[in-house]
């Protein structure tokens, strides 16, 4: 099958692959998707993609860690084994509030960490035992790969990833 | 170059009037006599009832007491009612004094503030300021008039005045009070006055040299002036902190000489730089309407925003920390620092809490609000009026106790200042480019991109 093929186009320089990004997008080429090494700034930017809705998350995710601190506290100390905090034993939660402001902190950042991140694997379908999807090593390491989908244009589109700085440019079947 | 505009110009005269007006007026009103002391009490206590039925129920009990003694409770009663009518004459007198003291320091706080900052964008070498340095450099040239005049209020406070904001000063109370006696070695004037000038002087040397290096640098060939502005930075922020937290301990804790917080120099200094890069973000944000500072973005606005964002947070911190540790080990002579507080100030000290935290969290949590111009001036100026009443609250529960209003003497005594502060930091702008045009960082900083 014709469209199950890539490209495979090569650089070694995060600067070049920035330059090279804009190129392929203004020749309104496809980028499928690009391997590096380490983030690399603007290049979600650069490649069009939707802004991430993360920070989103991630404040859900803290008012939920706050509502869990607060009902868990309560329950804790208030209801079900009344404590006498700080030699003041009013047995009411809003009155002893300053003692549980450093938990109802904690796990609110807690709740946003550990589900951030957890979101972020998910998203990214990385989960325990998953196969890499990274089709060269060397990406992982001090390369920069861009995956284009070909549409019988290979030679052209070759030309220009050529003049892009690419130092190595393989067509590759996807299907196996 | 920066013109300054005649209307600003005259706006800043305006406040300066207004406000001289305004604190004559209130020094003029707080002259009260005994008797009309006692004439005024009478009357809240006839108003509020509640404290008149306390009194007669106080003298029932001292009339229950036995035969001979009646007599001796009568008078005094009488004795406390003259005593405790002096202490309410005496706060009146105290308030114009702490209007005008925590006005002054307040403005003095965000040229302080901005010159700590300034130096650690130096010291640190941070690519995304250097455009701003011109801003910032203008904003610290009130701090030796601005530091000059709150160690003068204070002195004057002790010598001109009736010992109205430190009662250390005071020999008569010094005489009766062990406490503040043990401690008289550092909290007495002629060490006090050394102490300031020292502050001051180090302060004004760093900024003195740091502006002479940097105007030096825009045209120098090589990059030797920035080299020396990085080292005396370096060396300021040393200084600074240790004269910071010394300062905060003689100017703001020593009102109270009996209370004693150990992070207190640390929470003075949170107020003080979230307060500067607040109004270092108006004034930018100012400039640029009038079609300055051409090579300032959203970019740069974005990350002072996260600077005004996230010293909030930290203010919020120290506040909290500062708070939880007293309330939770309960001990008398720490905790009636917030009994007072709590019982007589409990509007500005919990809406405090609300104009520094709630509101600056909500507002400027999101990334896109950061770089929207009349967002952020409208946080500014919640975060600014919020800091403003909590330098009022470290202040006025010592001097003026329960007797405190934000009136005529409060805001003609920020209008003064603000004036003034207006005045000297836009003709200071004047004196030079807005932009450091030699600064090594100057590029990255003009093409910083967030």
Same mark, same amino acid.
């Given at each position: 099958?014709?469209?199950s093929k890539v490209i495979h186009a090569i650089y070694n320089d995060d600067d070049v692959l920035m330059s090279a990004v804009k190129k392929v997008k203004?020749?309104?080429y496809h980028i499928e998707e690009i391997y590096t090494p380490f983030p690399v700034h603007g290049l979600d930017k650069a490649m069009g993609l ?26 804790? @100390? ?22 549980? *402001? ?18 972020f694997y %998910?998203r990214s379908r990385m989960w325990?035992f998953k196969n890499s999807e990274n089709p060269d090593p060397r990406t992982t390491d001090d390369h920069f790969l861009m995956e284009i989908a070909v ?6 589109l070759t030309?220009l990833l050529k003049?892009s700085g690419a130092v190595e440019i393989n067509l590759v079947d996807k299907?196996h | ?9 005259? =706006?800043? #005269? ?73 202490? $309410? ?12 003291? *925590? ?29 701003? =340095? ?20 204070? *002195? ?82 040393? #200084? ?6 010394? @300062? ?44 300055? %500072?051409?090579? $300032? ?49 409990? %509007? ?23 770089? *929207? ?46 004036? %003034? #502060? ?18 090594? #960082? ?9």
């Amino acid at each position: 099958m014709e469209a199950s093929k890539v490209i495979h186009a090569i650089y070694n320089d995060d600067d070049v692959l920035m330059s090279a990004v804009k190129k392929v997008k203004a020749e309104r080429y496809h980028i499928e998707e690009i391997y590096t090494p380490f983030p690399v700034h603007g290049l979600d930017k650069a490649m069009g993609l939707a802004p991430t809705r993360i920070a989103i998350a991630s404040f859900i995710y803290g008012c939920i860690g706050l509502t869990v601190a607060i009902l868990m506290m309560n329950f804790i @100390m208030i209801e079900d084994w009344p404590q006498d905090i700080g030699g003041k034993p009013s047995f009411s939660y809003l009155e002893n509030m300053p003692a549980f *402001v450093p938990i109802m902190f904690e796990l609110t950042v807690f709740f946003a960490a550990h589900l951030m991140v957890i979101t972020f694997y %998910l998203r990214s379908r990385m989960w325990p035992f998953k196969n890499s999807e990274n089709p060269d090593p060397r990406t992982t390491d001090d390369h920069f790969l861009m995956e284009i989908a070909v549409d019988g244009n290979e030679n052209e589109l070759t030309a220009l990833l050529k003049e892009s700085g690419a130092v190595e440019i393989n067509l590759v079947d996807k299907a196996h | 170059m920066y013109t300054f505009s005649n209307k600003l110009r005259t =706006f800043s #005269f305006a406040l300066i009037i207004l406000g001289l007006l305004g604190v004559g007026y209130g020094f003029m009103t707080s002259h009260k006599s005994l008797e009309e002391v006692k004439t005024m009490i009478a009357e809240e206590a006839s108003a509020h009832g509640g404290g008149h039925a306390e009194a007669t129920s106080h003298e029932m009990v001292a009339g229950t007491s036995g035969e001979q003694s009646h007599g001796a409770a009568v008078t005094e009663e009488v004795h406390h009612g003259d005593e405790h009518a002096e202490h $309410v004459q005496h706060q009146i007198a105290n308030r114009p004094w702490s209007a005008l003291y *925590v006005a002054a320091f307040f403005f003095m706080m965000i040229s302080l503030g901005i010159l700590a900052f300034y130096a650690i964008q130096i010291a640190s070498q941070a690519g995304w300021s250097p455009v701003l =340095f011109r801003v910032m450099e203008g904003m610290t040239a009130y701090l030796l008039p601005g530091a000059l005049i709150v160690l003068g209020i204070a *002195v004057a406070s002790g010598t001109l005045g009736h010992y109205n904001l430190f009662v250390w000063m005071d020999p008569e109370v010094v005489a009766h009070d062990k406490l503040i006696e043990g401690k008289t070695s550092w909290l007495n004037l002629p060490w006090f006055v050394i102490r300031g000038l020292i502050y001051i002087a180090g302060w004004s040397l760093y900024r003195y040299f740091s502006r002479k290096f940097s105007m030096a640098q825009d045209t120098a060939e090589d990059t030797s002036n920035f080299k020396k502005a990085f080292r005396i930075s370096a060396a300021f922020l040393v #200084f600074f902190i240790y004269t910071e937290s010394m @300062m905060s301990w003689d100017w703001i804790m020593s009102v109270d000489p009996h209370w004693f917080s150990t992070l207190f120099g640390w929470y003075v200094f949170a107020s003080m730089f979230v307060s500067g890069i607040t109004v270092l973000s108006l004034i930018i944000i100012y400039l640029k309407s009038r079609n300055y %500072l051409e090579f $300032v973005n959203e970019n740069h606005l974005h990350d002072v925003a996260k600077f005004m964002f996230a010293f909030s947070i930290f203010w919020t911190y120290l506040w909290f920390s500062q708070f939880m540790l007293i309330w939770y080990s309960n001990i008398p002579e720490e905790v009636t620092y917030f009994v007072t507080r709590f019982g007589d100030y409990k %509007l500005p000290f919990l809406g405090m809490v609300v104009m520094n935290f709630v509101f600056p969290i909500l507002m400027l949590m999101n990334a896109d609000f950061k770089r *929207v111009p009349w967002f952020v001036v409208m946080t500014g100026l919640v975060i600014l009026a919020g800091h403003y009443v909590d330098i009022f609250n470290m202040i006025m529960p010592a001097t003026v106790g329960d007797r405190w209003f934000i009136g005529i003497p409060e805001i003609s005594s920020l209008l003064l200042f603000a004036g %003034l #502060f207006i005045f000297i930091v836009f003709t200071a702008l004047t004196k030079a480019p807005l932009l450091v045009k030699g600064y090594p #960082f100057r590029k990255e900083s003009e093409h910083f991109h967030y």
